[in-house]
């Protein structure tokens, strides 16, 4: 069965950099687009971006543009979202999900990331 | 303020028929297919309607959903406790990549 397991919750001071990983099994990992999307307590869901990790092609919600980096590993079937400098507006679950196109049909979600920023 | 639009909230009592509407634009809806997520409290969501109105295996066919220019629905009948959740929209936008609506909170009386 496919599966998107992603890493555990993170608790972080403002300032701090962050790495948090998503890895898929049981399909073929450079062939589908890896999503990660946004959860702000209360909130709902907003879109940050999206990589195909054959050819690492990457495309970035104006709202996260240089905000984060979104990249991956093949190698190890792995996705990443990574921050250099975290905000307590980061806080939040964040999920990564898989789609096999751009048209946001966003098929297998990993279970989440809580991410807390908090000084 | 979410590039889709939908209605903050939503009810109905077991057995009825619910609409759930979705608003967008030319460079989203109106361009590019509507999917749609089933959100459970503590759970991931859940891909629930996908291409404007294709089901994936396991979905049941209370399930629907419609496109019409640039706004979309999914319609769920025979509502049950369980479909209790929330439900958002999605739907690829040329200018800004992945868009979805804020969502609609369903309430089973």
């Known amino acids: 069965e496919v599966q998107l397991v992603q890493s555990g919750a993170e608790v972080k001071k403002p300032g701090e950099s962050l790495k948090i990983s998503c890895k898929g099994s049981?399909?073929?990992?450079?062939?589908?687009?890896i999503a990660w999307v946004r959860q702000m307590p209360g909130k709902g869901l907003e879109w940050m971006g999206i990589i195909y990790p054959g050819d690492s092609d990457t495309r970035y919600s104006p709202s996260f543009q240089g905000q984060v980096t979104i990249s991956a590993d093949n190698s190890i079937n792995t996705a990443y979202l990574q921050w250099s400098s975290l905000k307590a507006s980061d806080t939040a679950m964040y999920y990564c999900?898989?789609?096999?196109?751009?048209?946001?049909?966003?098929?297998?979600w990993g279970q989440g990331t809580l991410v807390t920023v908090s000084s | 303020q979410s590039v889709l639009t939908q209605s903050p909230s939503a009810s109905g009592t077991p057995g009825q028929r619910v609409t759930i509407s979705c608003s967008g634009g030319s460079s989203n809806i109106g361009s590019n297919t509507v999917n749609w997520y089933q959100h459970l409290p503590g759970t991931a969501p859940k891909l629930l309607i996908y291409?404007?109105?294709q089901r994936p295996s396991g979905v049941p066919d209370r399930f629907s959903g419609s496109k019409s220019g640039t706004s979309a629905s999914l319609a769920i009948s025979g509502l049950q406790s369980e479909d209790e959740a929330d439900y958002y929209c999605?739907?690829?936008?040329?200018?800004?990549?992945?868009?979805f609506g804020g969502g609609t909170k369903l309430t089973v009386l």
């Open positions: 999900v898989r789609s096999n196109s751009l048209q946001l049909r966003l098929d297998y």
């Open positions: 999605g739907a690829w936008d040329d200018s800004l990549n992945g868009v």
């Open positions: 291409t404007n109105n």
């Open positions: 049981e399909y073929s990992f450079s062939n589908y687009w």
